[in-house]
């Protein structure tokens, strides 16, 4: 039987941990969860999450950082919508397991 493991590098591990850590985080998780929906502005995501300007402002640059989020500008206004199909399927998948009954 052949071994396929290979140990994972340090660039790697940092890039899934950080992963983790923004799904580890309630505000983000939100965030991400409405832009799975529909691109929203800042503005957007604010309304309708009840959040501080500055709240979102931080947490979306922290999203765009990991690349989990991508933004387009129209105007004066930025845009934001998911960068990473990948990271919004565990996303769903973690929330049907944690609602499956």
Do not use: W
Not at 37 to 48: L, R, T, Y
Not at 76 to 94: A, C, G, N, R
């Amino acid at each position: 039987m052949t071994n396929h493991y290979a140990d994972l590098d340090k660039e790697t591990l940092f890039i899934v941990s950080q992963t983790f850590k923004a799904l580890g985080d309630p505000t983000r998780i939100r965030i991400l969860h409405l832009l799975a929906a529909k691109e929203c502005s800042v503005g957007e995501i604010v309304e309708q999450l009840a959040l501080g300007q500055s709240t979102v402002s931080h947490q979306l640059r922290f999203l765009k950082n990991l690349r989990l989020v991508k933004s387009r500008r129209v105007g004066t206004s930025m845009f934001y919508s998911p960068e990473d199909e990948h990271v919004l399927e565990i996303l769903e998948k973690t929330i049907q397991h944690s609602i499956h009954d």
